[in-house]
Structure formats: C-alpha cells, structure tokens
C-alpha cells in the first residue's frame, strides 16, 4: 500500500467518525432487554413533540456525591435524555449540580426537597445535603418533581407533567369521603400523599357539597350509610353532565373498634344508585385462597398476651392473571389488595357497556350471613364453601349514558336549609363509571398489608376516568418484586415445591459432581497421552 492511499484511508475514516458523531446527535439507540421495556420510553412519550407548539425545558438537578455512591441517578439522566433525543429538538435537558452552581437557595423555592444521606469519605461517615429533583418549564409555566429517585414512574411522572403544562391545563382529582367514621386526612393520608406527588391537584368535596361540572374525575369512598338523598342528587347530577366517577363501596359492615363485628350495611340510597348504573353490590363477604397475612393480639388460656400472623382470607391478594387483559386499566395489572370485599353483579341498563376488570380465583368463596370476621373464629369461615365456592367479580369498569336515578322525582330537600338543588342537565353526556366492591382498598389499613399497588391502580383509574387512556400503560413499567404467591392451587404448589427441592439439593449436585468426574478423566487421559509421547520419544 502507497503513502498516498494510506493518507486517503486516514483522512475517510476519520470524516466517517465525525459522520458518525453527528449522526449520533440526531439518532438515539438502545438495547433494552428488560421484559416490559422498563428504560426505553414508550411510544406516547417518544411521540410529545407532536403536542409541543414551543420548547420544554427539563433541568435535573442532582448532587454529584448522590451520584458517585448510588447507580439510580444516573439511570434517571439517560431515561431523560432519551425524552431530549426524541423530541427533535423539542425538548432541552440540562443536568447541574445544585451544590457546586451554588444554586440550593433557588431550586429548594422551587419546591426541590434536599435529603440527607450518610456518605463514607476517606473511612469517616458524614452526613451529606443531597438532590435529585428535575424542574419541568414550559414558557412562563414550571412544574417540579421535588425528589426523583424511582425509575419505574419517571416516564409517567414526567409526561403526564409535560402534557399538563403544554395543555395549560391542571390535573385535579376529587374525593368524597362517605362513611361518617372516616377522615380524609386521618384514614387516607397516603392516597392524598400520592396523588400530590404525581402532579394532581388534589381537592375534598363534602357530603352534599356542589359538584363542579368542570371536575376531572371523582372518586367515592363508602358512603352507603352515610350519603342521603341531597349528596346522591349532585352525584348522579354531575354523572348526568359527562362527569367520570370511582365508587368504593361494600355490602358488609366490619367493626374494626368491636372484635371485627360483622352486619349487613344499612343502604341509605348508594347502593341503589349504582346498581341502577349497572353494578350492584352485594351483601356478602368475598373469601379466597390467595389470603393476605393479618397480624394480630390475642390472650391465651393462662392469661399472657400473645401475637399471631395468620392467613386471613378475608383479606384478599386479587393475583395479574385474574385481569381483565383486553382493559387500559388492567391491561399491565400488577394486581390489588382488598379487605373485606363484597362480590359485584353486572346489569348495565341499555346504553351503558359493562367490563369486569378483576376477580377473584376460582377457588373463592363467600359468607352470606352470620358474618364473623375476628380470625380467633376462623373455624366459621368456610361454613358455606360448598355453596358459594367459584370465581367472584371484585372490580368493573362501565361507560355510556347512564340514566338518572332521580328520573321523573322531586328533587330533594334538607330540613332546615333553603338552597335548592339545581335542576339536572338538559342533556345526558357520555360518562365513566368505577366501581369496585372495598372502600378500604386505599385507607390506613394498607400500611399493615404494604399495598402499595392500590394506590397505583387509583392513579391509573384517575387517568382512565379523565380519558388519558395512553399514559395508563406506561406507569410503572418496570419489573417490580413480586409475592411468592402465583401458585394458589395447593397440589401445583406442592409438585412445584418438590420440583425446586429436587432440582437444587439433587439434580444440581450431580451435575456438578459429574462435570467434575468428567473433568478429572479428561486431565486423565492428557497426563497419559503426555507421558506416552515422552516415552515414545526416548
């Protein structure tokens, strides 16, 4: 080869490179194995730059000791610059460290929310003032993320915020707390946690107050000896309007301050209501095999107290493969946890579409009366087992017109008030319902179970209800650590225990013993040929 066709080759190859680097600027490529794509955005949000008239501006602030000790952070910058390599230039990232740009005063009144944590520095531990919180700007409007650090909502967390702020639009939720022994702030603290921390407005309504028409969705919780005539007008009034609805509702009353003491609910108008929607709830309590461990004091014959665990099957781990898979909501079900549950009966009045969306497995079963609920009477829990065993609908999702319950009524009045209920929509509009047969399913009975994945589902009902049906599936994505819990069936659990305990204390030693075996006569055979050869040589 010439002098002259080496310097031509040098020259190409590196006018290929800097191709090669440009390139790489406008395209963007990874590999991603993981079984639901969990670092590579998905379709929806690779897609935002067809909703963005002008640039969105992403900042990630992160601390570089938070980064240098923790593999989390630098897993959120890539999943955020993947939003920047899509957006064709619609969206700018930019990553600082708010600590070294002398910027902790500015982001922390941003709403940014330092955190402690204890870094090892030259074998002395101290305690560092850490961030990771990413500040979303579009024109004149900002949005925060206070602390990022969970990868399998970031995508969610980030384009839903995107959506709202190019939208100028606000994400609210709205709830009504129904049953009189309960308070918002008291029983559903964390569900109020959670949804402030994914980008909703959160709002309370009381019993009986007006319904904005404007109100993205509403969430119902108990209520059905709680709600009277005048708060089931504004309901089915704002339903009337095209208003979206979750309704938390059981059929049977458990006494938590009283043994756990069960009757039937005394309905006051709820019930009815929304099985005149096409739900009905009924008066019993759902039971199944995949029971929910209860912890629990108790005094023994001698007088000492003494603390159990046991599997309480009224509380009940509703499992992915009992799902409705063809449903927005349920499509990527991790699943739901539910406490003393009632079984739902579909029967949608003509324009209205029913779907169940979860169930129990066939196993189940319930209890219809006498109800005993303490797990000290366990022994009355499958008095009717062989009448009531079968699969039983917890949860299900309905859509249409949905008649008015006060249809052809005089609209109701309240002793002692002179308001006067406005009259109900001249026209019916297309609406959503929710309903699910718990109203403890996001309470502070979670706390004791860890059902964190109830408060997922409610997000993505609130998505669902507000008909954002794209961005339902692309909340938490990645593959969370699951419940050894599959297996209902006792004999498949069985043959699937003996299976692992002969394939790991057995079958796996032999292989390794034989390997061994085979490994010692091969190195055999070589000493024996070598010493052959030499022989052969002298």
Known sequence: MTRRQVTIITILSIAAMILVVLISQRLWFRLDLTENKAYTISPVSR???????????????ISEKLSAVHPVPGQ????????????????????????????????????????????VEQ?????????????????DQIDVIPFAFVLSTLEYD????????????????????????KDWSRDYAVLNQVFAQSGFRVRTINPGEEIPDSLPSLFVLGG?????????????????????????????????????????????????MVSFYGATVKPELAMDVTALGLSYQSVDPSGFRIYRTVRYPMWIGIQAQNRNPDHPLTAAFDGIDMFWASPLELNP?????????????????????????????????????NETKGEKLLGAALYGKFPSW????????????????????????????????????VSTITQYTRSDRNFDFFLKAADWLGNDDDIIGIRSRQTQPGRLDKITDVEKRLKAMAFARYLNVIFIPLVVIALGILRSLQRRRSLQRQVKESSDGV
């Open 76 to 119: 959120l910058e890539d999943l955020l610059r993947e939003f920047a390599a899509y957006s064709r230039g619609r969206i700018q990232l930019t990553v600082r460290d708010p600590l070294k740009a002398g910027l902790s005063r500015e982001v922390e009144s941003l709403g940014l929310i330092p955190q402690q944590i204890e870094i």
């Open 224 to 272: 059905v000896e709680g709600l009277d005539d005048w708060a089931l007008y504004r309901i089915d009034r704002y339903i009337q309007g095209g208003g979206k609805v979750l309704f938390a509702l059981e059929g049977v009353f458990i006494d938590e301050s009283n043994a756990l003491q069960g009757r039937l609910m005394v309905d006051q108008g709820l019930q009815s």
């Open 406 to 441: 006060f249809a052809g009524m005089e609209k109701p009045a309240r002793e002692g008030s002179e308001e006067d209920l406005p009259d109900m929509p001249a026209e019916t509009k297309e609406s959503r319902i929710i309903v699910i047969g718990d109203s403890d399913l």
């Open 123 to 139: 074998d002395q531990a101290n305690i560092a003032q850490v961030y990771s919180g990413i500040v979303i700007e579009y024109l």
């Open 349 to 385: 009045p003509e324009g209205v579409t029913a779907i169940p969306l979860f169930y129990t497995t066939a196993e189940a079963w319930s209890m219809t009366k006498d109800f005993a609920a303490n797990p000290e009477m366990s022994y009355q829990f499958q008095a009717e087992i």
């Open 47 to 61: 897609n935002l730059y067809t909703e963005i008239p002008d640039q969105v501006r992403i900042t990630y602030y």
């Open 158 to 181: 980030v384009t839903s915020r995107i959506r709202t702020l190019v939208r100028g639009t606000q994400r609210e939720a709205a709830f009504l707390v129904g049953d009189p022994g």
